[in-house]
């Protein structure tokens, strides 16, 4: 559950824009500081880059002036893996020091060792990612003992008084049973809340053949997110998860969380590379937001279910009308569990994929090569 400070400062945010007669505005700033990782992903697109991008690295003054550009209340700091970044600490202090409330995206494989270079504040979430259970997470990131790295960061990080969340990708031959098992496990580790969404689908990424399409999407949201645990919390709005479980249907809005980075503001979105700006300005100005989405016909848009074009719609969606806010507001009261007989028989006779034995793409690296590569 998001903290109540949290809630009502996004609240008056998004109420400030509607007031001011706003109809396109950015919900989160997802910042990437870098695209260099210390893990090579079968389904990511960002560590394809040659080396001398992945040696680039944004400011810390670059990182604040994006933010006070764009001006949303929230900020998002994924990679690559933000952890590599040498002056990451100041970023995120300066972040909070701004009050802005920051999710410093991570794979915690650094996470336990880095720790006490940050703070806890209401304002910083480690947010973990964890693609599953054990042999789920590691098949996924390609790097076995994965999990229970990244298992020891989450559980360092509660300990040391941090908040910790977790972000879920899921791919075609997720297992809906595993997954629920996974939310328990997560929830058992005192993790704040958790995030779940499907796979991204990056041109660049070296697997092309695990992407969801929308029809497998539902149906594999749905078996996962009906019948729920009371206990699981989640990040992410209402609903949007109703949307993953074909229960709403929004249409994406690619400027509700722009993407800033060493090439300067992406057009349209976090996956699609079509230009960049120099300003926050020139990206809303100058973008044909027809052009995607999927009710534009864009092809490149068609099957997109991803959180970072699509939360933001559920957001404004519960702001634009007096039914909207009624119906968030009673998903948040009543914490419906979304009972459903079909969806139970479809999670009892799901019958999980079969894979091969993993591959490691990337030799694991040793602490110290990390910290030459990321100039520690």
């Keep these: 559950?998001?903290?109540?400070?949290?809630?009502?400062?996004?609240a008056s945010y998004v109420l400030k824009q509607k007031l001011m007669g706003r109809k396109r505005y950015p919900l989160v700033l997802?910042?990437?500081?870098?695209?260099?990782?210390?893990?090579?992903?079968?389904?990511?697109?960002?560590?394809?880059?040659?080396?001398?991008?992945?040696k680039a690295e944004l400011t810390p003054e670059e990182c604040f002036k994006a933010v006070e550009e764009c001006g949303t209340p929230m900020v998002s700091i994924p990679g690559g893996e933000p952890l590599l970044h040498p002056q990451m600490p100041e970023i995120v202090a300066g972040l909070v020091a701004r009050k802005k409330y920051v999710y410093m995206c991570t794979n915690a494989l650094l996470l336990k060792e880095k720790l006490h270079l940050f703070k806890p504040s209401k304002y910083l979430s480690f947010s973990v990612h964890v693609d599953g259970e054990r042999e789920h997470h590691d098949f996924g990131v390609c790097r076995e003992g994965g999990y229970d790295i990244a298992m020891g960061g989450i559980k360092a990080a509660v300990a040391a008084g941090f908040r910790v969340t977790t972000n879920t990708t899921l791919f075609d031959g997720a297992d809906p049973n595993s997954v629920r098992r996974h939310f328990d496990q997560m929830m058992e580790a005192g993790v704040e809340s958790m995030m779940v969404s499907p796979g991204y689908t990056?041109?660049?990424?070296?697997?092309?053949?695990k992407f969801l399409g929308k029809a497998r999407s539902r149906r594999m949201f749905r078996a996962i997110l009906s019948n729920r645990n009371p206990k699981w919390e989640f990040n992410t709005h209402p609903l949007f998860s109703e949307f993953l479980m074909g229960k709403q249907n929004f249409e994406c809005t690619p400027w509700g969380m722009p993407t800033f980075s060493i090439f300067g503001w992406q057009k349209p979105c976090y996956l699609l590379q079509d230009g960049y700006a120099d300003t926050f300005q020139e990206l809303m100005e100058t973008t044909e937001w027809g052009n995607y989405g999927a009710k534009s016909g864009n092809p490149q848009c068609a099957n997109c279910m991803v959180h970072s074009g699509h939360e933001a719609s559920a957001v404004d969606y519960n702001f634009g009308s007096l039914k909207g806010f009624i119906?968030?507001?009673?998903?948040?009261?009543?914490?419906?569990?979304?009972?459903?007989?079909?969806?139970?028989?479809?999670?009892?006779?799901?019958?999980?994929?079969s894979h091969g034995p993993l591959v490691q793409i990337a030799p694991p690296v040793k602490s110290a090569e990390l910290q030459e590569v990321s100039g520690d």
């Excluded at 419906?336 to 999670?347: F, G, Q, R, V």
């Design 1 to 10: 559950m998001v903290p109540i400070s949290q809630a009502w400062t996004v």
């Design 30 to 54: 997802m910042l990437e500081p870098l695209f260099r990782c210390n893990l090579a992903c079968a389904g990511c697109g960002k560590i394809q880059y040659p080396a001398h991008i992945l």
């Design 202 to 209: 990056y041109d660049k990424a070296p697997d092309q053949s």
């Design 327 to 353: 119906e968030t507001a009673k998903k948040y009261m009543f914490k419906p569990t979304y009972e459903d007989a079909d969806a139970m028989k479809l999670l009892n006779e799901w019958k999980p994929a």
